[in-house]
């Protein structure tokens, strides 16, 4: 379980560090809400063997490169779940 996040850039073929996340998470769903913005959705926090799904949702902006950890929450915490972006990304 990471904060850690990765960023490609194309044109140089090449991964650099990115922003952390706000919340260590493995087994998030990644989807494109708009241009430029990403949000990571739900996820586990294994600790120690102790598997805590995460209820939380963060959007990385392109323009900052940061993650904001949103006050919405899913209805039910979930990992491995699939995430779609409907009506614009909305």
């Known amino acids: 379980t990471q904060r850690s996040t990765e960023v490609y850039d194309p044109a140089v073929d090449r991964w650099s ?34 598997a805590e799904t995460q209820a939380t949702i963060e959007v990385f902006d392109a ?14 915490p979930r990992t491995s779940a699939a995430v779609v972006a409907l009506d614009g990304g909305r």
């Open 17 to 50: 560090r990115g922003c952390p996340l706000q919340v260590a998470r493995s087994g998030l769903r990644l989807v494109e809400i708009g241009r430029g913005q990403l949000a990571a959705v739900g996820g586990c926090d294994d600790v120690f063997g102790r």
């Open 63 to 76: 323009d900052t490169s940061c993650w904001s950890l949103l006050d919405t929450r899913l209805s039910v």
